[in-house]
T-cell receptor, first 112, second 118 residues
Framework: SQQGEEDPQALSIQEGENATMNCSYKTSINNLQWYRQNSGRGLVHLILIRSNEREKHSGRLRVTLDTSKKSSSLLITASRAADTASYFCATDAGNYGQNFVFGPGTRLSVLP | DAGVIQSPRHEVTEMGQEVTLRCKPISGHNSLFWYRQTMMRGLELLIY????????DSGMPEDRFSAKMPNASFSTLKIQPSEPRDSAVYFC????????????????FGAGTRLSVL
């Protein structure tokens, strides 16, 4: 089965810097989503990019998708301490709930 | 809306005991997911319901695990008997799946139940 794999596993940056996280997957997808998880909390949906889209923006978030390389990246610009969390990509290969797989996540620490 | 509500938030039990986790999805959502999260295995999908019907339970680890959704506003995940290796955070998530068309499975998560089996 396919699985999103985030890279790096952990990232530590200073407040104000940009943070980039990558996600690779193995099979064709309908869409790819990014979620954030604060410590001790559930996951929160951030952004979805469809397979026919190459780039999408939402506030300080920018997501790219390269289906030829089966990879996606999440860029957080001008990071803040409140961005400290784990970030997960989720690949949706269709059939709704089936073939919907979360990667292991990237733990981001933004230092004040 | 209050979001997805899970109870209890924390559960500590002894090996061999029955554990029941509860979930109330967002009103109007017709799909419900149970996940288990551990450091070693990450986030694993256990079972997925659509319109109260179990669609895919291939992620349920073994017969000790069972899940029910008697109505659109309530679901349970039961472990009987529980074992120390079941210790994890269990999440419930819900989404709305419209009929037909290209659907986006955007999931809304509860705060989770942290289960410790001693």
């Amino acid at each position: 089965s396919q699985q999103g794999e985030e890279d790096p596993q952990a990232l530590s940056i200073q407040e104000g810097e940009n943070a980039t996280m990558n996600c690779s997957y193995k099979t064709s997808i309908n869409n790819l989503q990014w979620y954030r998880q604060n410590s001790g909390r559930g996951l929160v949906h951030l952004i979805l990019i469809r397979s026919n889209e190459r780039e999408k923006h939402s506030g300080r978030l920018r997501v790219t998708l390269d289906t030829s390389k089966k990879s996606s990246s999440l860029l957080i610009t001008a990071s803040r301490a409140a961005d400290t969390a784990s970030y997960f990509c989720a690949t949706d290969a269709g059939n709704y709930g089936q073939n919907f797989v979360f990667g292991p996540g990237t733990r981001l620490s933004v230092l004040p | 809306d209050a979001g997805v509500i899970q109870s209890p938030r924390h559960e500590v039990t002894e090996m061999g005991q029955e554990v029941t986790l509860r979930c109330k999805p967002i009103s109007g959502h017709n799909s419900l997911f149970w996940y288990r999260q551990t450091m070693m295995r990450g986030l694993e999908l256990l079972i997925y319901f659509n319109n109260n019907v179990p669609i895919d339970d291939s992620g349920m680890p073994e017969d000790r695990f069972s899940a029910k959704m008697p109505n659109a506003s309530f679901s349970t995940l039961k472990i009987q008997p529980s074992e120390p290796r079941d210790s994890a955070v269990y999440f419930c998530a819900s989404s709305y799946r419209p009929r037909g068309g290209r659907t986006k499975n955007i999931q809304y998560f509860g705060a989770g139940t942290r289960l410790s089996v001693l």
